[in-house]
Nanobody
Framework: QLQLVESGGGLVQPGGSLRLSCAAS????????IGWFRQVPGKEREGVSC????????YYVDSVKGRFTISIDSAKNTVYLQMNSLKPEDTAVYYC???????????????????WGQGTQVTVSS
């Protein structure tokens, strides 16, 4: 069974950077796309970015495009989310999740993601 563990969250000032990691217990993209989601209390969970299970296409929602970068280190079974130019509205619990093929990961349909990490808190505040 696939297990995912997020790390790298913390408290940063606006304009700062964080790199989140999603470590998987087995090889990632033979079978799964990996998505990053975030959620704040009282709001729905929203997709942020994902990387496909085929040719490693990457996708971003408009609110983070140009600031966030998703990448994969296959040898380490780890997906990263580099977050630059952070804004207070980026504050949330961030989750990584794995979706089995053949789903298009950038639809960010949560029910298509079979495995979820525990989340890591990102707080952007002065």
């Amino acid at each position: 069974q696939l297990q995912l563990v997020e790390s790298g969250g913390g408290l940063v000032q606006p304009g700062g950077s964080l790199r989140l990691s999603c470590a998987a217990s087995q090889y990632l993209l033979d079978y799964y796309s990996i998505g990053w989601f975030r959620q704040v209390p009282g709001k729905e969970r929203e997709g942020v970015s994902c990387i496909s299970n085929s040719i490693h296409n990457t996708y971003y929602v408009d609110s983070v495009k140009g600031r966030f970068t998703i990448s994969i280190d296959s040898a380490k079974n780890t997906v990263y989310l580099q977050m630059n130019s952070l804004k207070p509205e980026d504050t949330a619990v961030y989750y990584c999740a794995a979706a089995a093929a053949p789903y298009y990961c950038a639809n960010y349909v949560t029910s298509n993601y079979d495995y979820w990490g525990q989340g890591t808190q990102v707080t952007v505040s002065s």
